[in-house]
């Protein structure tokens, strides 16, 4: 018999719909062009394959096509909307505000600006992974060029106030820059109407191609423009030089047409399988699910199995269930989630956390399969937990004094 295989693992990347593999083929071999050659019918081929594609995904998020610039992927679209407005505002101000649960995309670029000669700020968030709309306030001041806040977390799956951040960010005339990757394609992502004025998403957590992304950049009140972070040919209005991946282009905008047409079903029926998860699961002592409940993704259920090491319970199912602890871009460290440290979790709880992110594909039975495994997972690794038994004692564990041998 074969082995079971489930992906619960959406939030570090989608499978690549059929129908977005399908769209993608003929551009590999039968329309090779280059979009950029204007001298003969193959690149006018692939150069209206292009704007098509840049078509569906502006009308995926209701923005003007011109307002969308490719890149290879939400990471370079964070580079350049944090750096390229970093130097092209460099006489207005040279502070950017940001909050502590960011993707390293972004943290990491804050870094970078930071050794430029920038400022950042780095908010706090509360038990729910909800920034303090007044702390946010409170943090503009008049060298502030930008406010960087993601639109939902990759860990926990919680939705940040975006109309009440644009609002503020409105009123101090500040520029406001979204990571939206994982909300676009999942649940009505409107950036206009939300007040954000750049924004980066990807392809890959849609059901679409891995290495192609896109930068939202707003062309009308404001108008906003940022320095190349790429110096060539002078593609994408300049803003990003590189000859166009027409295959990966293509797909994106399939899975972004797909997402518009699908999504209300999508969230619905994945919502149920995730709290169908989530009621198993808890059935479970001693088992907490991590960042607000009301204010978050459909897919995304993010849980604590106190005293039970997330790394070691995720052995006992590996092979079978693919599910995540930490963020996948930095799992290979042994630290507890950064995200979950700011959520004020202690060690016993950050480095229990498994997240859990569904998706298309996802059906009841592989939920069902999640949770037995996981069950028998953590109650084998209690039994054999020291620390669970004199928990269940009723030690006190925060002031037992541990020997060093």
């Not at 074969?2 to 993608?24: E, F």
């Not at 993707?103 to 700020?121: F, P, Q, S, W």
């Not at 101090?172 to 409107?190: C, M, N, R």
């Not at 199995?305 to 799992?331: D, P, R, W, Y």
Request: with cysteine.
């Amino acid at each position: 018999m074969s082995q079971r295989l489930i992906y619960l693992d959406n939030n570090a990347t989608t499978p690549c719909d059929p129908r977005v593999v399908d769209a993608m083929l003929p551009w590999f071999y039968e329309n090779p062009g280059n979009a950029a050659s204007r001298n003969h019918p193959f690149g006018w081929k692939a150069e209206e394959a292009v704007d098509y594609a840049r078509e569906q995904v502006a009308q995926l998020i209701d923005v003007d096509p011109k307002e969308v610039i490719f890149t290879s992927g939400a990471t370079e679209s964070d580079n350049l909307a944090l750096k390229g407005v970093y130097e092209m505002y460099a006489r207005k101000g040279n502070h950017i505000i940001t909050v502590k649960t960011e993707h390293k995309a972004v943290l990491d670029t804050c870094n970078r600006i930071e050794k430029m000669g920038g400022e950042v700020t780095y908010l706090d968030v509360n038990r729910e992974g909800l920034i303090d709309l007044q702390a946010l306030e409170n943090a503009i001041k008049p060298t502030t060029i930008m406010v960087a806040v993601m639109w939902a977390n990759n860990e926990t799956g919680v939705i940040q106030p975006m109309k009440e951040i644009g609002e503020i960010c409105a009123k101090h005339g500040v520029l406001f820059f979204s990571d939206a990757t994982q909300a676009v394609g999942k649940i009505p992502v409107h950036p206009r109407e939300m007040g954000v004025h750049l924004m980066a998403f990807t392809a890959h957590k849609m059901y679409g191609p891995k290495g192609v992304g896109a930068l939202y950049v707003s062309r009308k009140n404001p108008r906003v423009k940022v320095t190349a972070q790429m110096d060539g040919g002078g593609h994408e209005r300049g803003m990003r030089s590189g000859t166009l991946n027409v295959p990966s282009i293509v797909g994106f905008g399939k899975a972004a047409e797909i997402a518009q047409k699908e999504m209300a079903q999508d969230a619905e029926r994945v919502a149920a399988l995730r709290d169908r998860l989530e009621q198993g699961l808890l059935q479970l002592e001693e088992t907490y699910v991590n960042g607000s409940r009301e204010h978050r993704m459909p897919h995304v259920a993010n849980i604590s199995f106190k005293h039970v090491e997330g790394e070691g319970l995720m052995m006992t199912f590996n092979q079978e269930i693919a599910v995540s602890s930490g963020s996948a871009c930095t799992s290979a460290s042994l630290e507890p989630s950064y995200v979950l440290v700011a959520l004020g979790l202690g060690d016993d709880l950050a480095h229990s956390s498994i997240r859990f992110s569904l998706g298309r594909f996802t059906t009841q039975e592989d939920v069902d399969y999640t949770i037995e495994a996981l069950k028998k997972g953590v109650n084998h690794m209690r039994d054999l937990s020291p620390i669970w038994e004199m928990y269940k004692e009723g030690v006190d564990l925060e002031n037992v004094k541990w020997q060093e041998h």
